[in-house]
């Protein structure tokens, strides 16, 4: 939501100065044998008025692994007046999806593994973001391949189909504090919408970092972060399970490192 906005919207690549490279591990409701777990590294660069990226993601679920890399380029298009601003991205790649056999307990060659076969597709993701330096609305549709092979042959869980949002930037306390409210609106295969509401503080010369997002499945994330030399920002954040699932298994953490290098 505040970090790596990369990850949602590919037009956010290249938006800052110098090389943005962010590593994300995610583990969802670990008392539960074979819960998700994600890996994340992305990495953009902006040059001029372009931007480019690539994020490689390792989803492993159970005995599922899914494998999405994607590259990315950014157009940021200067608008009127100081610090306005329309940006367009997308990003295009594959996803692989295949049965780890080394972890099944039994027999490998069972022929319900075989039949689960390995299928790899084209992907990609577009997004849009306008911004004035405080304001910003932005809009994108993550895997686009739902768009043209639908949801009956996409063997993915949890699949977002759009991804909305709407922030603004407030300095408090002569510039010392600063806060950022954000609403997202975002679709996943399968489910209800959902809507996520919670604001992003930054303290003591935005070294202190502080998050907290409530979602309308009623679970709530909250986060923290150390930046240091505004150039490292180690960050940890927990979501605590849905109302439906909260007697059967815990939240999800995460913890993320990001380094800019350059200006």
Sequence with gaps: YF?????????????????????????????????????????????????????IELDKTGLQRQTRVVGS????????????????????????????????????????????GTDTNIDGDFGMVYTNGKLSIEAALPNLNFLFKGSEELKVANLPIF??????????SGGHIGLEPRMVFRGVKGFDNLIDVGANVSLLNEQLVLMGMYHNNESASFGVGLNLKKRYLISGSYTTQTSALSSYANGSFEIGLKVKVGK
């Design 163 to 172: 991804y909305s949002a709407l922030s603004y930037k407030f300095a408090l």
């Design 3 to 55: 970090n790596n906005r990369y990850l949602a919207n590919p037009a956010y690549a290249g938006a800052g100065v110098g090389v943005n490279i962010n590593a994300n591990y995610r583990k969802q409701s670990a008392n539960i044998p074979g819960s998700p777990e994600l890996q994340n590294l992305a990495l953009d660069y902006g040059i001029n008025r372009s931007g480019i990226g690539l994020n």
């Design 73 to 116: 380029y950014a157009y940021h298009v200067p608008l009127k007046g100081e610090g306005h601003q329309i940006s367009f991205g997308l990003s295009v790649g594959f996803m692989d999806q295949r049965l780890s056999n080394s972890d099944i307990s039994g027999n490998p060659d069972d022929p319900a593994a075989a039949e689960y």
